[in-house]
């Protein structure tokens, strides 16, 4: 059960009011009856994710410095046909032939078997929380399946294996439990259709003709991987390197669900990492290795059916071998770093490993970094070996080479076996099976090679096997060692990729920082660092008096001018009201322009979280704001500095 920093069980029905009553996010096209799986982000909203995209990208492409590219959404068929996303990018969809409902197949497992198992706590009378999921509520007042029925313990043992497990069955796979575990319609209780794959793409062509059939991207991966050769001689020709790009994808979801989690359309932040794949070490790798923990779930863990975290430094799982290589092991430490500079809860986060069949077509391996909500846990990013999988399709499709060129200093020396077979007597020989004589001597292996010149040597026919013409005899042939040297190695780089949904992130923290006061539940807090809050500052006058009305703007205009942004709010609510208002808000800074503030100048600064207050002038209050920003202060210290200002009745 999901519960906030106070021990609360955290309602998710009251976030879910705050946050469209200070609009947060609204559903888009509402007055239209709405669409599922389509948000709009309102002015708070707005800037969490702008001051969510700002760390990322000074976190990532700043940090490590990256090179960003902005590609486009729209993407003509040809390259999503070839990079397997036109015939795989798919999820399982199952259909009530009755009425017509659509579900997907994994989630309509997974919902029915979690009910069962809350029916059988509720049989043997154990307390079930149920979490508030207006699309499951909605099903639920006709829900057939769900009854409070005790379920045999070996039922219970397979069930939870499934749901354990539920990423990584197949279409065929997931059939078989609906029909072995009797999985009906949930709406109507009748019998579901056999999963079919549903491709995730949105389909358009492109220009008014339909001569360019294209598809709204489903990651900003491939433009990346296009536009590798240009990046590459950006990068002077150096590597490893990094690509990074921040843009909206589009997957026509089979169910949209769990309010920003599950949706249509969302922006993604995503870093292609372009590494030799011979040399998957990271310069940077020490920074982080013993000084890193991460919680993982590895996936012989989740084979067995457990969900047990193993906790160890990121080092240690690189060296065991847990963790494949250390660019990998670096960039799941960047993640958990970043996940923490933007206050998500450190006990929440865990790294989960990829099952084989949940792995994506391109990945050899694959760990999510997943955040636990009032939903469950969830996949917020994704890190993924893609291989050289991307590079070498779009490669083979357009005769271009992706390849890097590193010049070998000192060059590569060894020795090979040659067979020269004499073209003048292969060609009238052979005729038109001349061509398939050549390519079976050069299949001949090192190893064969070596005893065909041991044979000739001592005075043996030669023969090779070719196809359609049996043993053939090498009558004119030179086998030989020569000595070889290679000065220049050429090689398709792997590709690890850090993959973030924003939304996901974007909801997830602000589940972690929600709670209300003790004794006033309805009173919601967001306790968003300041960094990442939307707005930083409030600014109350405490009358309405009209000598306020310039001190406060001149106050709002020299913040602004600080690179702090700040509201006023000048309405007649009391100022406790103001305040509650803007915990709501997350604004972790509360500034007063009082009666006092006439006659001396000063300004009081109240903390949203603890409440407490100093005073000091204009400058010495931007500047202890501007330091806790910059991280070079906090304000416990200012507290200790200034002293805490108790002067004003706060109605609180
Ligand atoms: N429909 C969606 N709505 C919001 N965010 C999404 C959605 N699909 C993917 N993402 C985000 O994009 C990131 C990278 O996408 P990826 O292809 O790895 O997701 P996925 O494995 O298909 O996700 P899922 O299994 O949950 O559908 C995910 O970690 C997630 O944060």
């Known amino acids: 059960m999901a519960t906030t920093k106070t021990g609360a069980p955290l309602d998710r029905g009251t976030l879910d009011t705050l946050l469209r009553r200070r609009l947060f996010y609204t559903p888009s096209f509402e007055l239209y009856g709405g669409v599922s799986g389509l948000y709009d982000y309102g002015p708070p909203g707005c800037s969490l994710q702008a001051n969510i995209v700002d760390a990322w990208r000074k976190h990532f492409v700043l940090e490590e410095d990256m090179l960003e590219v902005d590609c486009t959404m729209l993407t003509p068929h040809e390259v999503l046909k070839t990079s397997g996303h036109a015939d795989k990018f798919a999820d399982w969809m199952c259909k009530d032939p009755k009425s017509g409902e659509i579900f997907r197949a994994d989630h309509i497992v997974e919902e029915i078997l979690e009910a069962r198992l809350k029916g059988d706590k509720e049989a043997r009378g154990e307390k079930v929380v149920e979490e508030e999921d207006a699309d499951k509520k909605k099903r639920k007042k006709k829900v057939k399946d769900i009854k409070a029925v005790k379920l045999d313990d070996k039922v219970i043992q397979e069930y939870e294996e499934i749901l354990?497990?539920?990423?990584?069955?197949?279409?065929?796979?997931?059939?078989?439990?609906?029909?072995?575990?009797?999985?009906?319609?949930?709406?109507?209780?009748?019998?579901?259709?056999?999963?079919?794959?549903?491709?995730l793409m949105f389909q358009t062509s492109i220009g008014p003709s339909a001569n360019l059939p294209g598809y709204l991207r489903p990651e900003t991966a491939q433009g990346q991987f296009l536009?590798?050769?240009?990046?590459?001689?950006?990068?002077?020709?150096?590597?490893?390197?990094?690509?990074?790009?921040?843009?909206?994808?589009?997957?026509n979801e089979i169910s949209p669900r769990s309010g920003l989690l599950r949706v249509r359309e969302f922006l993604m932040a995503e870093i292609e990492h372009f590494v030799d794949p011979l040399d998957k070490k990271h310069a940077r790798f020490s920074e982080v290795a013993d000084k890193v923990s991460l919680k993982f779930l590895p996936r012989v863990v989740q084979e067995s059916g457990k969900t047990t975290l193993i906790e160890k430094t990121i080092g240690e799982a690189v060296r065991e071998g847990m963790v494949d290589n250390e660019t990998l092991g670096y960039f799941l430490a960047r993640i958990h770093l970043f996940l923490k500079e933007l206050g998500v809860d450190q006990e929440k986060v865990r790294f989960r490993q990829h099952m084989p069949n949940e792995m994506a077509h391109y990945a050899t391996d694959c760990w999510d970094a997943e955040l636990f909500t009032s939903y469950g846990w969830i996949e917020c990013v994704g890190c993924a070996d893609r291989s050289a999988y991307d590079l070498t399709v779009h490669s083979n499709k357009t005769g271009e080479q992706l390849v890097v060129r590193e010049t070998l200093e000192p060059p590569r020396v060894w020795e090979?076996?040659?067979?020269?077979?004499?073209?003048?007597?292969?060609?009238?020989?052979?005729?038109?099976?001349?061509?398939?004589?050549?390519?079976?001597i050069?299949?001949?292996?090192?190893?064969?090679?070596?005893?065909?010149?041991?044979?000739?040597?001592?005075?043996?026919k030669v023969f090779v096997e070719v196809e359609g013409l049996g043993s053939v005899e090498l009558e004119k042939v030179t086998i030989a060692k020569n000595k070889k040297s290679q000065n220049v190695r050429e090689f398709t780089p792997n590709v690890i990729e850090p993959s973030f949904g924003i939304g996901r992130v974007f909801y997830s923290l602000i589940e972690h920082i929600y709670w209300s006061r003790p004794g006033d539940e309805a009173r919601g807090v967001l306790s968003f660092p300041p960094k990442i809050a939307p707005t930083k500052i409030l600014i109350v006058p405490l009358s309405s008096h009209t000598d306020f009305a310039p001190i406060v703007a001149a106050l709002s205009a020299k913040i602004r001018r600080a690179g702090i942004s700040n509201r006023v709010d000048n309405s007649s609510a009391t100022i406790g009201k103001r305040y509650a208002r803007n915990?709501?808000?997350?604004?972790?800074?509360?500034?007063?322009v009082d009666f006092q503030s006439l006659k001396d100048g000063t300004i009081t600064l109240r903390e949203r979280d603890g409440m407490k207050q100093i005073r000091g002038t204009e400058d010495e209050v931007v500047e202890v704001v501007r330091g806790i920003l910059d991280g070079d202060t906090t304000f416990d210290q200012a507290l200790a500095k200034f002293g805490e200002f108790q002067g004003q009745e706060l109605d609180e």
């Open 164 to 199: 354990a497990k539920i990423d990584n069955y197949n279409g065929e796979e997931l059939g078989k439990l609906i029909v072995d575990h009797k999985i009906t319609s949930p709406t109507t209780g009748n019998p579901l259709g056999p999963p079919v794959s549903f491709n």
């Open 227 to 251: 536009t590798f050769n240009k990046l590459y001689e950006f990068n002077n020709l150096r590597m490893p390197f990094a690509s990074a790009s921040i843009g909206k994808s589009f997957r």
């Open 416 to 440: 090979e076996w040659d067979v020269d077979v004499d073209k003048k007597w292969l060609g009238p020989k052979f005729r038109k099976d001349a061509k398939k004589v050549e390519e079976a």
């Open 442 to 460: 050069a299949r001949i292996s090192q190893e064969g090679r070596e005893k065909l010149a041991a044979v000739q040597k001592a005075g043996g």
């Open 583 to 592: 915990d709501e808000l997350g604004t972790p800074f509360g500034v007063t």
